[in-house]
C-alpha cells in the first residue's frame, strides 16, 4: 500500500481582501500621492530623490518649498521673529489679510520669551518678565479688544507669569509644551499654500481620513460584510517619510 502526504490547506483569503486587490491603484497613482505629500509637506531633497528613483517628472520650484521649510524651520526651533520677517518676505499680505494666524505666531512669540524664564531652576528676579511682559503690552495687547478668543488666549498665556510652575494646571502646561511650534508651524505652512493657489495639504491625509470614514460607514451599515477585524493600511515599509532624513522635514 502506497503512502502519500496530504499538504495542509493554503491559507483562505479574505472576500474582502479580493476586492482590495481588483480596487489597487495604479503605480502612476501611488507616485502621485507620494510626491504630492513630499511637496505639501515640504520634503525638497526627497522630492528630488524621489523622482529620480520612479522617472518621474520633478517638482516644479524647488526653491518655494525651501521657504516653507525655512519658515517652518524658523518656528520649529523658537525663532519666531525670524519666521515673521520671512513670512513677509516671502508675501507681504498674508498676515495682513489672517489676524488669526498673526496672533497665533504673536502669542507664540510671547510664549517663547517666557519659557526660558519659567523653565529656569529657583525663583525669577523681579525683571525677569519684563521683556515679556513690554511684548505682551505693544504686541498683542492692542489686538486682543478685537476678538474674544484673542483676549481669552492673551489673558491665558499671561497666567503663565503669575503662577509657579508646579501650580499650572493642563491648559497653561500645553502652552509650553513644544508640540505647539508644531502645530503653528504647520498651520503656517497651510496658510502659505493656500496663498499661492494650492492644497492646504497633502491629498494623503484626505484619503486616510475619507477611508476610515468609508470602512465606519460600512461597519455600520451592513453587518453581512464580514469585514476583518483590522483592517491593514497597506502601507508597509514604503512610507513617504523614506528618504527625508535629510533634516528638511517640515513635519515630524
Not at 520633478?58 to 520649529?76: K, L, Y
Not at 521673529?81 to 507664540?108: G, K, M, V, Y
Not at 501650580?167 to 497651510?190: C, W
Request: net charge negative; glycine share 4%.
Amino acid at each position: 500500500m502506497s503512502s502519500s502526504t496530504i499538504s495542509p490547506p493554503a491559507a483562505m483569503e479574505h472576500s474582502f481582501d479580493r476586492l482590495v486587490e481588483r480596487a489597487r491603484p495604479s503605480k502612476t497613482d501611488i507616485n502621485f500621492v507620494i510626491m504630492d505629500y513630499l511637496i505639501n509637506e515640504g520634503y525638497p531633497s526627497a522630492a528630488q530623490k524621489f523622482a529620480k528613483e520612479a522617472n518621474i517628472q520633478p517638482f516644479a520650484d524647488g526653491e518655494a518649498i525651501q521657504e516653507r521649510v525655512d519658515i517652518s524651520s524658523a518656528i520649529r526651533s523658537g525663532d519666531i521673529q525670524l519666521a515673521i520677517e520671512r513670512i513677509n518676505e516671502l508675501n507681504p499680505q498674508l498676515l495682513d489679510t489672517d489676524p488669526h494666524l498673526h496672533f497665533s505666531l504673536l502669542r507664540l512669540q510671547l510664549i517663547e520669551l517666557i519659557r526660558p524664564i519659567v523653565s529656569a531652576p529657583g525663583p525669577p528676579s523681579p525683571t525677569a518678565f519684563e521683556p515679556a511682559l513690554e511684548f505682551a503690552t505693544t504686541q498683542l495687547a492692542p489686538r486682543a479688544p478685537t476678538s474674544p478668543a484673542f483676549l481669552q488666549d492673551l489673558e491665558r498665556t499671561m497666567a503663565l507669569l503669575i503662577f509657579p510652575p508646579e501650580k499650572l494646571t493642563s491648559q497653561l502646561k500645553e502652552l509650553l509644551d513644544l508640540g505647539l511650534r508644531q502645530k503653528i508651524a504647520t498651520t503656517v505652512n497651510e496658510a502659505i499654500l493656500h496663498s499661492q493657489g494650492e492644497r492646504r495639504e497633502a491629498r494623503i491625509r484626505n484619503l486616510v481620513r475619507l477611508r476610515a470614514w468609508a470602512e465606519d460607514k460600512a461597519r455600520q451599515s451592513d453587518k453581512d460584510l464580514n469585514l476583518p477585524d483590522k483592517i491593514e493600511l497597506g502601507l508597509g515599509s514604503e512610507s513617504p517619510n523614506n528618504g527625508a532624513q535629510d533634516g528638511d522635514a517640515m513635519v515630524a
